[in-house]
């Protein structure tokens, strides 16, 4: 397929960039840390959008090479960051299976300087079920190096209250289809108290993804939700839009 061929390149031909996206803790407004989401310039169509090229990318092995690049850019820019501010990156299935994935980790942190309790790597539930064994023998070992793991997308896809057991998970981020209108339906305000009950009880923060309107927020502050982002608080942006935090102005 044409877009396989191209990815291949893409990263060496300077046509992925990083924006970030801010997380921020309800109760204060004070931005904690960004999600690092990949962006493709693609010089005839133009933006691709990664729901479109990450599977392809997944399929035919090249997001390996593009994972390592996004995670050692990432790492470079958040070392620069006043403390304690943290990123978070997604990590696919393919590069959670792949031999060198803790030793990529670890010399990146090395080579970066980022301490590592503020890399955090956010790994969906479907990347967990094609090897459990494997996939917990790793997080346990990036556990180790001090790297923190949310579960991104949770109550979505292959969701099982096991795996919240089974996993060294250190956050539970919820879907943003259950964040939107969870201020005005009974049904999706019921599963999003149930989340956060359920990360009380085992001790885990929650940050609620998708968050569009204040109504949303205020019910997740009245809730006693920990964190949040999505368009409300900022979109995902180039990192040089934030640097009134990156900077450590503010
Ligand atoms: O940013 P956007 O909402 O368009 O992202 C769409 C999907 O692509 C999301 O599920 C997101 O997790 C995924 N994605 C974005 N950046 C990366 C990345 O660097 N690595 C992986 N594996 N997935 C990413
Ligand atoms: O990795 P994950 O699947 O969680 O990807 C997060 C995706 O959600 C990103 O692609 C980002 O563009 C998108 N996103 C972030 N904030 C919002 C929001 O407030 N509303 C919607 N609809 N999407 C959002
Ligand atoms: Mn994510
Ligand atoms: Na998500």
């Known amino acids: 397929r044409i877009l396989e061929h191209e990815l291949r390149h893409a990263v060496a031909r300077g046509e992925m ?106 790994i969906t539930e479907t990347a967990l079920i094609r090897d459990p064994v494997r996939a917990l023998s790793t997080l346990r070992q990036v556990k180790a190096l001090g790297v923190h793991i949310a579960m991104d997308d949770f109550g979505t896809g292959y ?34 108290r149930s989340v956060l009950g359920l990360g009380r009880g085992l001790g885990l923060p929650v940050l609620a993804e998708g968050v569009e309107t204040d109504a949303e927020l205020r019910f997740l502050a009245a809730e006693n939700c920990d964190a949040a982002q999505g368009y409300l608080m900022g979109r995902p942006a180039p990192i040089e839009r934030f640097s009134q935090f990156t900077h450590g102005i503010q």
């Open 17 to 122: 960039h990083l924006v970030y996206q801010p997380q921020t803790q309800v109760e204060t407004g004070e931005v904690i840390g960004f999600e690092v989401l990949l962006r493709w310039h693609h010089p005839e169509r133009g933006a691709v959008s990664p729901a479109v090229f990450i599977p392809i990318a997944e399929e035919s092995g090249a997001i390996l090479q593009i994972g390592e690049w996004v995670l050692r850019q990432a790492c470079r820019d958040a070392a620069s960051w006043p403390n304690p501010l943290a990123v978070a990156v997604n990590v696919s299935a393919v590069q959670i299976h792949a031999p060198h994935f803790v030793q990529l980790v670890h010399e990146v942190l090395l080579q970066t300087g980022l301490k590592p309790d503020r890399l955090e790597i956010e």
């Open 159 to 192: 969701s099982s209250l096991s795996n919240l057991r089974s996993f060294p998970f250190d956050k539970i981020k919820i879907d943003p289809s259950f964040i939107r209108a969870v201020d005005t339906n009974e049904q999706t305000a019921a599963i999003v």
